[in-house]
């Protein structure tokens, strides 16, 4: 997670929503759906906060209206200070919608290129970038395949690799782990770490409740369009009235002791287990084998890590 | 500045989008094919070839040419909101009205493409048709079958050439095709002009009848003028209801003059209404070619623009609706 100290800064919100509803309405102008009811919250500079809640609550319209692709109904939406359909705050902004929606004729190479364009940025860096971003989500040998061919992870990280071309301030993330294997998760949870050390703030929408708690800083749960709980993950998810101790295997006359003072102290007994490795790890290591023995993939190849431009081993490079 | 780069950019990214769709070469390959074949399989027909032929090819320019601006208007517009890549668009600093213009341009890039290899093959083509011909070795109706041959050839060639390109190079197929054919089809143009009607070398001359130029010229603006409308229907409605409505707008253009034009005087919603829909025969003057008339550029001019307001007043129709559709 990233520093405490950024995500308690008194700087300005990124994104402030006050009082939020939209209602989608039929094709004769009848409210059908309040997707988002009295919507408040803000996101402070470099945290990773996490917009969670089960399928139809509300999250990825409340992305979009921040995007400006949606427009409120009621209440108010800032971006970095501005509405969310002012253009010059979309130069600080990269998003990846909850499907990579793409242009399917283009190559990898051309799509971002294309996106680079967009921002108006020069051919020498444009090229480097969509160069580190393609081995970065493990493109690079499929860099000239029309991306219309590709599996639906394989576009999602063509998708991410758009959404950061331009070295976002803001990257707004709509369900960034859907479709992806536990590698491609660990790389995007990777990502956004090393943006929000960078300082960029991320907000990120997700159901897959594992991910959001190694990576957010701050959450909230939507629930028919309205917040149900909020805070800082830590804060949400300590058990207060428990403590765990983690140590190197003891003798048996030692945890004996142990548990006999603890027992005394507590009144009850304490559990005691070996930790497991998660699954993912365990996932992460076997594949790692069968990279380093296998010959060229088909279909994701091996990644770099994080984009040199991305997590700031190339000063000066900013859009 | 950086309007007019992303105006060209995506403008671009629209036209590659389309020619790399196969229907659009396919559209243009046929049009070439038919316009080609046309003189060379009708006969008997009372020295009324090169009419025949010229009138088929104008026809096919147009016939052809709507299915093309339609699909390239519907495709960049309605289906590209539905599947989403327009909001990927939007969430970067792109206006929506540039956006729209954008793709427009890109469209008409792609229309004005196909107008011009239609156009190309209509000359051939008319050039083709059986004509008597009198000349020192005698007289005789003669149809010169290589310019012929050479126009039919054109889009095998360029197919045949991207093919190999695509296998040698991976350059996709339909876009490298459909760029072959627009050389292709003026390659063939111009190595006619070095052979006579009787398949002879020749000094250069392209011995075609130049006055259909201004007809072909018109029935663009009308293609232009009919992209703009699918692309302004686009905006609200899927697919096939725009190309449904765009048909019929088509249609109710065609007969507006007898419906609407005879009323217009004595009732004002007529009147209204002929004004309101676009006139399709402004741009339909095959007949004024006839009997060796010709169509003048101060008429053409004029036609243009009239086809500009009918343009400019479709994108400002769809850049309206544009601007508050939302990006589900």
Known sequence: ?319 | MLRIRQVLVLAGLTALEALRQPICLLLTGTCVLLTALAPMLVMHVFGEEGKLARDSGLAFHFVFGMFVAGHAACACVAREIRCGTTATVLSKPVGRTLFFASKFAGVAAVVLAFSACATLATLLSERVAEKLHTGPEGWGYVTDWRAGWLLAAAPFAAAAAAGAINWALRRPFESTAFLLLLCAVPAAFFICGFFDRLGRPAPLDFRVDWRILPAAALIAMALLVLAAAAMAVATRLPTVPTLTVVAGLFLAGLVSDHFLGRRAAASPAALFLYRLIPNWQNFWLCDALTGGGAIAWSYVAQAGLYAAACVTAFLGLGALSFAHVEMK
Not at chain 1, 22 to 29: E, G, H, P, V
Not at chain 1, 251 to 267: D, F, H, K, N, Q
């Open chain 1, 1 to 319: 997670m990233s520093a405490p100290s950024a995500v308690e800064s008194a700087a300005p919100a990124v994104v402030e929503i006050r009082g939020l509803t939209k209602i989608f309405r039929d094709f004769w102008r009848r409210p059908k759906v309040r997707a988002v009811d009295g919507l408040d919250l803000e996101v402070r500079p470099g945290e990773i906060f996490g917009l969670l809640g089960p399928n139809g609550s509300g999250k990825t319209t409340t992305l979009k209206i921040l995007l400006g692709l949606l427009f409120p109904s009621g209440g108010e939406v800032r971006v970095f200070g501005r509405p969310p359909h002012d253009i010059a705050t979309k130069r600080r902004i990269g998003y990846l919608p909850e499907e990579s929606a793409l242009y399917g004729y283009l190559t990898p190479r051309e799509t971002l290129d294309f996106y680079g364009r967009l921002f108006a940025l020069p051919a020498a860096p444009r090229r480097e970038r969509a160069g580190q971003l393609l081995r970065m989500v493990g493109l690079a040998h499929a860099a000239e395949r029309p991306v219309g061919e590709f599996s639906k992870g394989m576009s999602r990280r063509i998708g991410l690799a758009q959404a950061l071309i331009n070295d976002p301030e803001l990257v707004v993330l709509d369900e960034p782990t859907a479709g992806l294997d536990p590698i491609g998760c660990r790389q995007i949870k990777d990502l956004m770490l090393a943006l929000a050390r960078r300082g960029k703030t991320i907000v990120l929408s997700s159901h897959l409740l594992a991910d959001v708690e190694d990576v957010c800083d701050r959450i909230v749960i939507l629930y028919n369009g309205r917040i149900r709980a909020q805070g800082g993950v830590t804060d949400l998810l300590e058990k207060k009235d428990l403590t765990r101790i983690t140590v190197p295997a003891v003798p048996a006359e030692t945890l004996r002791a142990v548990i006999g003072m603890l027992r005394e102290s507590t009144g009850r007994a304490p559990e005691v287990e070996h930790p497991t490795m998660d699954l993912e790890h365990f996932f992460l290591q076997v594949v790692e084998e069968a990279h380093r023995s296998s010959q060229a993939p088909s279909g994701v190849g091996r990644a770099d890590g994080t984009a040199r431009y991305l997590d700031g081993r190339e000063a000066g490079r900013g859009n």
